[in-house]
């Protein structure tokens, strides 16, 4: 038994184990790249590793890949099988149960797993990020931020993990609306961390919600060891800068970050699917022309379309989908979507069901210019889009879709009400996208004037 860096228990039995084990929970806290590789060397000291087995599960799950499905379950059975062999804590035990639940359907259940850790182990900087991501997949701005405000009284000064939990904790600040806080809290966290990328981008979004876009460049200009470390969350952080930009209108900056950042490897995860679906399609909703650049991610979408583990990967799969070489393959993901959110009484499935068929059908109609079916559905979606995961940086593409659906509808007060909404939730600021849309009703409003998006 040894204790590792945060000094909880664990049923290592070698230093080098012990040495690796802390490495790898430092990575995870800091989105290393390195994290992945790590883990593997604290299984390859110590194959009966039950948490490590456990925690390499979980890791799989949040990747949101059916695929990984497989692998998470072996390490479940490894670690079972482990467990029954010696000695395991109580603490340890519960992760397995997080990682058992999570592959039924529950990750809500998983995250009560990781709380009923930390209710005796507040100390469990490991738990406390399992908590917080998978809350974040599902959508849970309240339940992060009750979560890591329960903790902070544990963190001393000198507890290594308090520059990661001060990062949590300035996230959970911003999507709950609170800004002022969420950016002190966000500089303390990269002060006390330095590697904290998660920190750092909550930063970020506060600028992106406080409409300062200016500021937030300056904020991320000369930062980028903060995440140039990290694995694929750096192309994320590179896609806040990209907004930045956008919002200044400084467009040829914006198409050379996505260029040479933000796709410039053609991953599939749907993080970086995302990434680029949202920062395209905010650019054709300014009638910037992208070129073929949507071609590349909706071949991708297309080999993902039956993978069914999260809504928020689905939507951005059809933006690509009906935005790119592959509109039929778009209706086959809709049908997929519905035949999911009938099948069964997960979590994911309650997902699909609300906002997710409504969106899809939003999102597939705004595509095909019928404007007023897309705004009716994406209206629908709204009231449980949050569900969806995500931020609310990221869920705004869906809400720029559905105020320029309205206003094309001829919706007009209607989306101008919605856009009232979104200046509430940011703070009272009005950005440019704002301001455009604004002048677009108004000059819709006008008797005989042919309403069109203008080009910047």
Known sequence: MKQDIFGQQVTLETDPG??????????????SAQT??????????????????????????????????????????????????????????????ALAAWLVGKPTLAVAEMEAVLA???????????????????????????????????????H??????LGCHAFALEETGDYE??????????????????????????????????????????????????????????????????DQGEIDAVFDLYDQEIRKDHTDDYRDISNGASLLMRLELEGLDVGGRWDEMAQIAARRTKDGSLIFA??????????????????DLIRRIARDAQSSQTDS????????????EGLLAFSETRHGDAFRHLCRARATMQLAGGSHAQRDVFERITIDAGIRAGCFDQAEQLLAERQGQRAGTEDAYAAARRALIAAGREPDHALRVPVR
């Open 18 to 31: 012990l040495r690796d084990w802390n490495a790898t929970q430092l990575a995870f806290l800091a989105h």
């Open 349 to 360: 499935a309650e997902r699909m069901a609300a906002p997710g068929l409504d969106a899809a």
């Open 181 to 246: 806080r969420a950016e002190i809290a966000g500089r303390q966290a990269l002060w006390q961390a330095p590697d904290d990328a998660w920190g750092l981008h909550a930063v970020a979004h506060v600028h992106e919600m406080t409409g300062r876009a200016r500021q937030g460049l300056a904020w991320l200009t000369g930062r980028e060891e903060a995440w140039s470390h990290c694995n694929n969350f750096r192309y994320h952080v590179w896609w806040h800068k990209a907004l930045m930009h956008l």
């Open 36 to 97: 992945a590789d790590l883990l593997a060397a604290v299984l390859r000291a110590e194959p009966g590793f039950a948490l490590g087995l456990a925690v390499k599960g979980l890791f799989c799950l949040l990747q949101g890949r059916c695929e990984l499905n497989v692998t998470a379950a072996e390490a479940l059975r490894a670690a079972r099988a482990a467990a029954a062999q010696g000695d395991i804590t109580p603490r340890e035990s519960r992760y397995l149960a």
């Open 120 to 158: 005796r182990n507040p100390g469990d900087t490991m738990a406390m990020k399992l908590s917080h991501a998978i809350r974040f997949v599902l959508g849970d701005a309240a339940g992060m931020r009750r979560s890591v405000e329960a903790l902070l009284p544990a963190y001393a000064l000198d």
């Open 314 to 331: 689905d939507l951005h799969y059809l933006l690509a989908l009906t935005h790119g070489d592959e509109k039929t393959t778009a209706h």
């Open 160 to 165: 290594p993990g308090r520059g990661y939990l």
